[in-house]
Every structure is written in structure tokens, then in C-alpha cells.
């Protein structure tokens, strides 16, 4: 999403394993503005993935999608890589790798 908005600034949090990375000298403010760092274990698996892990360890996990999803710029980002996977099924590690490799130099003005 931050990558079709080009929304460098969100794509450099979103993309850092440990939200806590981008907390400045010894403040305890992370990026998401709460002070509790988050951690993505599950940064590189796919959706289908997790879903599956859950639905054969029997455990409870949330899958109703918000009613106004499909209408949404996330709905049509959705159909859009779901397209692009069909013709590479890597492209969701691609983008994320891109993601990652993106360097803001924050000492510019943009």
C-alpha cells in the first residue's frame, strides 16, 4: 500500500522487523506513537500460510473482512497483486524486499 501511495515515509516504518528500530537515542517513543515496540515473526510468510497454521492447530483467529474492504484502495491493491501473483508468485516477497531496500536520506528536503 505505502508502496502505490509512495508513502516513503510509512514504507520505512512499516518495512523495520522490530518497530522499536526507529526510536530516537533513549526515548522509549516507537513509530507507533504508544511506547510498546512491536515484533513481526511473521514478516515473511504469506497470508494463506498463517490461516492454514491456525485453522489446523484449532486455533481462533479473526477472518471476516470489513464490509467496505472490497470498495476500498486496499481492496483494489489487493486484486492488483493477486494479479501480479498469478503471473510471478514472488512478486509479494519482491515488493517487500523493494520495501526494504528503499534508503531515505532524511537530511533532504523531497
Same mark, same amino acid.
Given at each position: 500500500m505505502n508502496i502505490l501511495r509512495g508513502d516513503l515515509a510509512r514504507l520505512k516504518r512499516c518495512t523495520s522487523i522490530i518497530t522499536d528500530r526507529l526510536k530516537r537515542c533513549t526515548s522509549i517513543i516507537t513509530d507507533s506513537g504508544d511506547g510498546i515496540p512491536r515484533v513481526k515473526p511473521l514478516k515473511y510468510t504469506y497470508e494463506k500460510e498463517i490461516v492454514m497454521y491456525a485453522y489446523f492447530r484449532k !486455533?481462533?483467529?479473526?477472518?471476516?473482512?470489513?464490509?467496505?474492504?472490497?470498495?476500498?484502495?486496499?481492496?483494489?491493491?489487493?486484486?492488483?497483486?493477486?494479479? !501480479?501473483?498469478?503471473?510471478?508468485?514472488s512478486v509479494i516477497m519482491n515488493i517487500i524486499q523493494s520495501g526494504e531496500s528503499l534508503v531515505i536520506n532524511e537530511d533532504r528536503k523531497l
Open positions: !486455533l481462533v483467529y479473526f477472518s471476516t473482512e470489513c464490509v467496505f474492504a472490497p470498495n476500498a484502495y486496499r481492496g483494489h491493491a489487493r486484486i492488483l497483486l493477486k494479479d !501480479l501473483e498469478k503471473i510471478d508468485p
